[in-house]
């Protein structure tokens, strides 16, 4: 059973941490205003007659997170501070969109037997992708050249190819190996 579920959570909560270093001394922090917005897919699975019904659930985002919060560090709040509030943001989304972003996922056995790593994805061979024609490319340079390309991307791992020229509008057709999906 698949759920996709848009959720939305906010809290007042006051998360402090305390750092003691030998060089700096202590230096106290505290997370305050966080608010999760996401889309997130659970799945169901390994159904059994008995309590708890489920034998393991699957969880995963199907997009970034909108993730906001503020950051203090000795009271002040860091997050002010011009372009430090985006470079966090980025941190942050990096670190969630690579530990939950689907395919990656979270799985949690609920009854016994069951191995978490047999849930995860796998990696199940290469793509071939043949071009096969491509006109008409609108010119994009100041020189009125094209720079035609292709974006492939699977599971999160984007290439971009170049595509030969034949004329700067009709590139010629070639192929492509994209491995690891």
């Known amino acids: 059973m ?12 006051d998360i402090g941490v305390i750092v003691k270093t030998k060089p700096v001394g202590t230096i106290r922090a505290s997370l305050h205003d966080f608010q999760v917005f996401a889309r997130a897919r659970l799945i169901l ?36 501070a011009v372009g430090l509030e985006n ?20 799985v949690t056995p609920l009854i016994p037997g069951i191995d978490p790593e047999n849930l995860q994805p796998k990696v199940l061979g290469v ?37 030969l020229q034949e004329q700067l509008q009709n590139p010629l057709a070639q192929s492509f190996t994209f491995a690891s999906i």
């Open 127 to 163: 793509l071939y992708v043949n071009v096969v024609a491509v006109k008409e490319i609108l010119s994009t340079d100041v020189v009125g050249d094209a720079d035609p390309y292709v974006q492939l991307g699977v599971n999160r791992q984007v290439t971009f190819y170049p595509l």
């Open 45 to 80: 699975t390994y159904f059994v007659k008995e309590l708890p019904v489920v034998g393991a659930v699957i969880a995963s985002l199907l997009e970034s997170p909108e993730i906001d919060f503020d950051l203090r560090v000795q009271g002040s709040n860091i997050t002010d």
């Open 87 to 106: 470079i966090i943001q980025l941190v942050i989304a990096k670190i969630v969109d690579d530990m939950l972003l689907w395919p990656a996922r979270v």
């Open 2 to 13: 698949v759920l996709d579920i848009d959720f939305k959570w906010a809290s007042d909560a």
